[in-house]
């Protein structure tokens, strides 16, 4: 498993997270929204740096207001813009993975649920060919999140081979309980090419430091320490956070 972490959750700035990713020997994942936002270095910086550095990419494509599977037309051709934007971006970058959310539905109406997946499989065809590999990400945090549990989002990857999954064990977490980790894992390990591992009380989404929280590592350790893919902590806690689960997963990883 190569290991980074995002720089977007621990709360730093790239000169810090390149710091810590060169000493620690992990990748960046980066937050193409900030890049949106802020006037931070472009790709081919980062990569140049990232060169002299050893340190590798992967890539968190637009979330933040943001739905490929909106009901209104222009609302979901903006996301199809920003999203190809943010595969150019990724591509000059050499990131190893892109990681995408899935959309939202803001009533869970038939006739709604119904268009809103349409919305998501016209946007997910629009992206096609893909530069380079990218994760279809679990949710299922709040009633608004389109895809709920493994077997639908199973049902769309069966659709859409061109993509993989990235489970997201925290997520997983408040959706399903204890199980819920294994049950994604179990029914899309032949998917899995990403991973992201932070922790929470199963009550929401807090980013804790692995090992904090509520996850079942224990019971995850045989499947981590077979994965052959990428794997990026989402953890805050600034510098100890990223600290302190890596050194948690390393010795998971051992025992």
């Given at each position: 498993m190569r290991l980074g972490f995002s720089p977007f959750n621990a709360e730093m700035g790239y000169e810090e997270a390149f710091r810590l990713a060169a000493e620690l020997?992990?990748?960046?994942?980066?937050?193409?929204?900030l890049h949106e936002v802020l006037s931070?270095?472009?790709a081919k910086t980062l990569r140049a740096t990232g060169e002299a550095l050893g340190v590798g990419f992967t890539l968190h494509l637009p979330f933040v207001e943001m739905n490929p599977a909106s009901l209104i037309p222009s609302v979901r051709a903006l996301a199809e813009e920003r999203l190809?934007?943010?595969l150019e971006f990724?591509?000059?970058?050499?990131?190893?993975v892109g990681v995408l959310h899935t959309g939202q539905v803001p009533v869970r109406h038939p006739m709604a649920l119904s268009l809103a997946r349409e919305a998501l499989e016209k946007t997910l065809s629009a992206l096609l060919p893909l530069p380079f590999p990218v994760a279809l990400e679990n949710l299922a945090l709040s009633e608004e999140d389109l895809l709920r549990g493994p077997e639908e989002l199973k049902a769309l990857l069966d659709r859409f081979p061109q993509y993989g999954f990235c489970l997201d064990v925290g997520h997983a977490l408040v959706e399903l309980g204890p199980l819920g980790p294994s049950l994604y894992w179990e029914a899309l390990g032949d998917r899995l090419i990403h991973l992201h591992l932070h922790d929470n009380h199963a009550r929401r989404d807090d980013h804790l430091p692995v090992g904090t929280g509520a996850v079942p590592w224990e019971r995850l350790a045989p499947r981590l320490r077979g994965?052959?893919?990428?794997?990026a902590l989402e953890?805050?806690?600034?510098?100890?956070?990223?600290?302190?689960?890596?050194?948690r997963l390393q010795t998971l990883l051992a025992s």
């Amino acid at each position: 498993m190569r290991l980074g972490f995002s720089p977007f959750n621990a709360e730093m700035g790239y000169e810090e997270a390149f710091r810590l990713a060169a000493e620690l020997g992990l990748d960046l994942e980066v937050p193409y929204d900030l890049h949106e936002v802020l006037s931070l270095p472009d790709a081919k910086t980062l990569r140049a740096t990232g060169e002299a550095l050893g340190v590798g990419f992967t890539l968190h494509l637009p979330f933040v207001e943001m739905n490929p599977a909106s009901l209104i037309p222009s609302v979901r051709a903006l996301a199809e813009e920003r999203l190809k934007r943010a595969l150019e971006f990724g591509e000059a970058l050499g990131a190893k993975v892109g990681v995408l959310h899935t959309g939202q539905v803001p009533v869970r109406h038939p006739m709604a649920l119904s268009l809103a997946r349409e919305a998501l499989e016209k946007t997910l065809s629009a992206l096609l060919p893909l530069p380079f590999p990218v994760a279809l990400e679990n949710l299922a945090l709040s009633e608004e999140d389109l895809l709920r549990g493994p077997e639908e989002l199973k049902a769309l990857l069966d659709r859409f081979p061109q993509y993989g999954f990235c489970l997201d064990v925290g997520h997983a977490l408040v959706e399903l309980g204890p199980l819920g980790p294994s049950l994604y894992w179990e029914a899309l390990g032949d998917r899995l090419i990403h991973l992201h591992l932070h922790d929470n009380h199963a009550r929401r989404d807090d980013h804790l430091p692995v090992g904090t929280g509520a996850v079942p590592w224990e019971r995850l350790a045989p499947r981590l320490r077979g994965f052959p893919a990428t794997a990026a902590l989402e953890v805050g806690g600034n510098i100890q956070g990223v600290r302190q689960s890596l050194s948690r997963l390393q010795t998971l990883l051992a025992s």
